[in-house]
Every structure is written in structure tokens, then in C-alpha cells.
T-cell receptor
Framework: GNSVTQMEGPVTLSEEAFLTINCTYT??????LFWYVQYPGEGLQLLLK?????DKGSNKGFEATYRKETTSFHLEKGSVQVSDSAVYFC??????????FGQGTRLTINP | DTEVTQTPKHLVMGMTNKKSLKCEQH?????MYWYKQKAKKPPELMFV???????INESVPSRFSPECPNSSLLNLHLHALQPEDSALYLC?????????????FGSGTRLTVV
């Protein structure tokens, strides 16, 4: 079945550091890929998405590129802020099947 | 309106109580979902409604009973819950069940069973 593997956290960075959170997936065919963010005490927010190979999703300074050849969708941001502290979930969906989440990566940004 | 609204935000209930969680969206989405999320874990799917019909039940105990009165509303009726059912309950919606463009999640109901 389909699956998503994220880098284990927690990840702690200083403000203005470069961020990468790795995500790889296993799926037959061409799933849609997503990054969701969950701030403390809140629900999930869709951060960005990509629906086909080589698509780049971007939002709020975050980017991720759908790489079919490496089955990856790594999340990057050039300069993180304290307000980016949250849990980040990589996810995929294919057809009318359910949304499959990675285990989540907790990110803490120190001032 | 681009939101999914869940009420209440917090709920404390006894094991003999009956309560309901409510979810509402006005984006014209035709698929709606209930998820359960325990601390430090990803959300787990409970139920899927597609065009107001239950299409997926992930073997959820019968003490959880979903209802979709119309295309904008989704309820989750709770009865005789156990302490281990304490969790964050999230509602979500998508344009259709393919979910190709992503789900919109509500902010959740934090449920504590005492």
C-alpha cells in the first residue's frame, strides 16, 4: 500500500537558519503530495501541494518539489522564523483512497 | 468562506454521557471526513462521507456514530465513551473523495472522557 516516510524529529534550529525536512513516499502511479502544518493546539493547515511530477508547491516562503525519480517531496525554507515552530506532516493521496500521512516532524525555532 | 468550523472547541464528558460534535463547511465540498488525533501522532481516519453518503468506516467502534444531515454539515455522536477515546477530533472536507487538491481541516474538538 501507499506510505510516507518523514525524517524523524524533533528538529531545532536558530532563527534565520535554512530548513529541510525530508519526505519520501511509496505509491503506485502518480499520487498528489502535500505538506500540512499543525501549530500548537490547532488543526492542520494545508501548507503547499503538488499534483504531478516536477511541480513545485510554494507558500509562506516554504517550497517542495515533486520528484518522481527519487519519490521525494522535501520541504525547504531559506530563513526560518520563531513563528514557524510547529509540527509538519507530509502526506499523499491517490484516487479515491484515503489521505496517507507521515509521522510528523516537530520543528522548534529558537530566537 | 474557506473554512471548516468545528464546535465545540473543548468537551469534557463522562463515560455515561451522550454528546455530539459538529462540523460545518460552505465551500461546496462534497466529501467530508472525521479524524482522530492522539498526542504526537498523525491524524487517523475514522469516517468518510461522499455526497452525503457514508463511504468509508475505518472499523470504528459503534460508540461513535456519524451523521451527515446535508452537504454542509457533519456530526459525530458520542455515547458511552472510554477514557482512551480522549483525543483531538478533526473534521475535514475536500472537493470530492479523490482529494486531489487537498483537504481543508477544522481546528478540532479536544475531547476529554472522564
Amino acid at each position: 500500500g501507499n506510505s510516507v516516510t518523514q525524517m524523524e524529529g524533533p528538529v531545532t534550529l536558530s532563527e534565520e537558519a535554512f530548513l529541510t525536512i525530508n519526505c519520501t513516499y511509496t505509491a503506485t502511479g502518480y499520487p498528489s503530495l502535500f505538506w500540512y502544518v499543525q501549530y500548537p493546539g490547532e488543526g492542520l493547515q494545508l501548507l503547499l501541494k503538488a499534483t504531478k511530477a516536477d511541480d513545485k508547491g510554494s507558500n509562506k516562503g516554504f517550497e517542495a518539489t515533486y520528484r518522481k525519480e527519487t519519490t521525494s517531496f522535501h520541504l525547504e525554507k531559506g530563513s526560518v522564523q520563531v513563528s514557524d515552530s510547529a509540527v509538519y506532516f507530509c502526506a499523499l493521496i491517490q484516487g479515491a483512497q484515503k489521505l496517507v500521512f507521515g509521522q510528523g516532524t516537530r520543528l522548534t525555532i529558537n530566537p | 468562506d474557506t473554512e471548516v468550523t468545528q464546535t465545540p472547541k473543548h468537551l469534557v464528558m463522562g463515560m455515561t454521557n451522550k454528546k455530539s460534535l459538529k462540523c460545518e463547511q460552505h465551500m461546496g465540498h462534497r466529501a467530508m471526513y472525521w479524524y482522530k488525533q492522539k498526542a504526537k501522532k498523525p491524524p487517523e481516519l475514522m469516517f468518510v462521507y461522499s455526497y452525503e453518503k457514508l463511504s468509508i468506516n475505518e472499523s470504528v467502534p459503534s460508540r461513535f456514530s456519524p451523521e451527515c444531515p446535508n452537504s454542509s454539515l457533519l456530526n459525530l455522536h458520542l455515547h458511552a465513551l472510554q477514557p482512551e477515546d480522549s483525543a483531538l477530533y478533526l473534521c475535514a472536507s475536500s472537493q470530492d473523495q479523490t482529494g486531489t487538491y487537498g483537504y481543508t481541516f477544522g481546528s478540532g474538538t479536544r475531547l476529554t472522557v472522564v
